[in-house]
């Protein structure tokens, strides 16, 4: 179910994106730059999303790949366990055989297919003690519980296939949408240097400087996160990534605050949920900045300013912090 829903929410924003792409309507076949530049931010509104669902997949799919090696670690003992209670009944046959027991029925019973069947024959041989018996159904006890740990397994895998195959086919997603943004950029850009070239205007740069000077001056934990992230500006955007040379939004304040011995998930909305959420009027250096429905999170360093990376179209900066619409503020 959950693999249904989140291919067909991906099919979904996939049409809507290449809606968005498209050529506005027939009578707007050369679009201006303004025309652009929307069509452009309401493609990376959508990307955000869609790059932080990845990085929460991705996290997911951590969380089980660790769950998955910590129960063939389990598993380790309940094997030892059902390999001793083989031993034991494999003796209790042959004392049994040479007792003038009967071989046939131990044959018959040690060769059950299941544990079920297994500890159903146990009962039929009156001949067994009770302390035999209760070593049998020990082995029959412990093999149930491999089986049935091992068919957990079994599932666990199954489903980390499909998410990992889920994950692979968004991420290719997200890569085409991100080139035909790309691409209406260059479009925009160079809408925007014709017409100054025409105007004989000055052309604008669309990114302002990424290195505005010393870092704010911030002490503590909050210090440790800032000056962390002051150090990432003008590196580059990758969406899922965390460092130490790329970052997206998410990856970035999580790893600022991890420099400072937080621990946050890579993931805009579960920082939300670790975060405590808190007014503008109390907003100090350190603190996070969410937009655009937790598809977006920066760190604020004071001065109405933070710190994010915003786009794969641009570099980790400083930015104003009215930079899209906002959702919220959570102290780390």
Not at 65 to 89: F, G, V
Not at 90 to 103: E, F, M, R, T
Not at 226 to 250: E, H, I, M, R
Not at 280 to 309: E, K, M, T
Request: aromatic residues 6%; positive net charge.
């Amino acid at each position: 179910m959950f693999i249904r829903r989140t291919a067909l929410r991906s099919l979904l924003i996939g049409v809507a994106v290449a809606a968005m792409v498209a050529p506005a309507c027939a009578a707007h076949a050369d679009p201006t730059h303004d025309e652009l530049q929307a069509q452009i931010d309401k493609g990376n509104a959508e990307l955000e999303h869609i790059v932080e669902d990845y990085n929460k997949i991705n996290g997911d799919l951590e969380a089980t790949q660790a769950s998955i090696k910590q129960r063939e670690t389990d598993l380790q003992p309940l094997e030892a366990s059902m390999d001793a209670a083989r031993a034991t009944a494999d003796q209790i046959a042959v004392n049994a055989y040479k007792s003038g027991g009967n071989l046939s029925s131990w044959s018959l019973m040690l060769g059950a297919t299941s544990s079920d069947g297994f500890f159903d024959r146990v009962g039929t041989l009156q001949q067994i003690s009770r302390n035999q018996q209760a070593d049998l159904a020990k082995y029959a006890s412990a093999k149930a519980g491999v089986d049935a740990e091992k068919q957990r397994l079994n599932e666990t895998l199954a489903a980390q296939s499909r998410q990992k195959a889920d994950l692979e086919a968004r991420r290719k997603q997200i890569e085409g949408n991100i080139a035909k943004l790309d691409e209406m950029q260059r479009k925009a850009d160079a809408a925007a240097a014709a017409a100054a070239a025409k105007a004989k205007t000055p052309v604008k740069t669309a990114n302002p400087t990424t290195n505005p000077g010393p870092p704010p001056a911030v002490s503590g934990s909050a210090g440790k996160a800032v000056n962390y992230a002051w150090a990432q500006l003008g590196k580059k955007y990758v969406f899922g990534a965390a460092g130490p040379d790329t970052f997206d939004c998410s990856g970035l304040t999580m790893m600022a605050w991890k420099a400072a011995g937080v621990t946050l998930p890579h993931n805009a909305a579960q920082q939300w949920g670790k975060v405590k959420h808190i007014s503008r009027s109390q907003l100090a250096p350190g603190d996070l900045v969410f937009y655009n429905g937790l598809g977006h999170v920066g760190i604020y360093i004071g001065n109405n300013q933070i710190i994010h990376a915003p786009n794969s179209r641009t570099v980790v900066k400083v930015a104003p912090i009215d930079i899209d619409s906002l959702y919220g503020y959570g102290r780390v």
